[in-house]
């Protein structure tokens, strides 16, 4: 039989989706699992999206439409981006996807070629670098450093600028850092972005995802911005509608209309339903989200006071998002209670499972082999149990005789 394409190659599985099934499957045999792995808000979908829906349904709304999604779709969601982004789209400017990571998906496939350089600051979530290799390009990592509390710099940017640079991803929220960047960074970012002449993919799935005053900006807003950025976000996160695979990108519009056309001879527009449900999310009361976000920011610090008081581990508390990226990394060379030696991410967080129950994603995944990330989007019953565990774990780690 003749070989698979070669780009399959450039994918592996996602971990953080490898590890959720892992949890599940063990937990459907029978065993004790606290999942704090999973990006995944455990609030149920609003009631008023959850109607829509279902009024759709009733209506018959469920036959075809245009590839890039319904009109009224396109329409509320270029109302969104004006009342909440201050920025003007045409709905033709709108792509409806079938979730965020659609998203990324079409708009890194729009701009990158075979041997383009895309700048990515690490720690990242790991679809970006894996698409931009599936596209035939080459991801370039800029480190944020611990030093630096894990925030890019733009002379990072500058300096890894070459011919072949075409376009920078940022996540602002970030996964896995909770970083939010400031609008004085992001136009920093923006002056070298402009000067050389590259495409922004800015991700702000968590943009409703904050803990501090200062609100979201999108790099999107800011001059000569718009022309070169490609909007992703979707109703996963902030309206727990996981699910319901429903995102959109925002772009310039020739952009726009060519990522239309594939998505046509691809997976054409998402579920109907899914749509009736966002313009709901999106014209409907905000409460649910505002409480889930005051919920998420309990939960933080309730796991970061235990975690402060365990040995050898660093962390910076998140400004948003719905994660702790967890420095463990003096604890390799180690063995575990039960005898296993722990030399990386990965070892650490399979000898937590296997000892503890407890499922957590390893660094490596996001770029970072000495972190492991905990999401704080489980209930409170299961983060008081899951993190003693961890603290038990810590402390019955022993520097290896061998």
Known sequence: MKPFAKRMDEIQFSMTVEIDSLAKRLSTDGRSIWNLGVGEPNFDTPVHVKEAAIRS???????????????????????????ENKLIYEPEQIIATSGAKHAVSNAIAAIVDTDDEVLIPTPYWGTYQAL???????????????????RLKAEQISKAITPKTKAIILNSPCNPTGVVYSKEELESFAKVIVENDLYCI????????IYTKEPSTSIAALPNMQERTIIVNGFSKAYCMTGWRIGYLAAPKELAKGIAKVQGQTTHHPSNISQYGAIAALNGPFDSVIAMRQEFYERMHRMSEVFESIPGISFLKPDGAFYLFVDVGSHYGKKTEAGTLVSNSIDFCKALLDEQGLVIVPGISFGDDSCVRFSFTAALPTISVAVPKFKEFIEGMKVSAS
């Open 202 to 209: 800015s991700d702000e799935i968590y943009e409703h995802l």
């Open 57 to 83: 349904i009733n209506k018959g709304l469920t036959r075809y439409t245009t590839p890039s999604g319904m009109q009224t779709f396109k329409e509320t969601v270029s109302e969104k981006l004006k009342r």
């Open 132 to 150: 931009v290799k599936y596209c035939g390009g080459k991801p370039v990592f800029l480190e944020c450093s611990k030093e630096n509390k894990l």
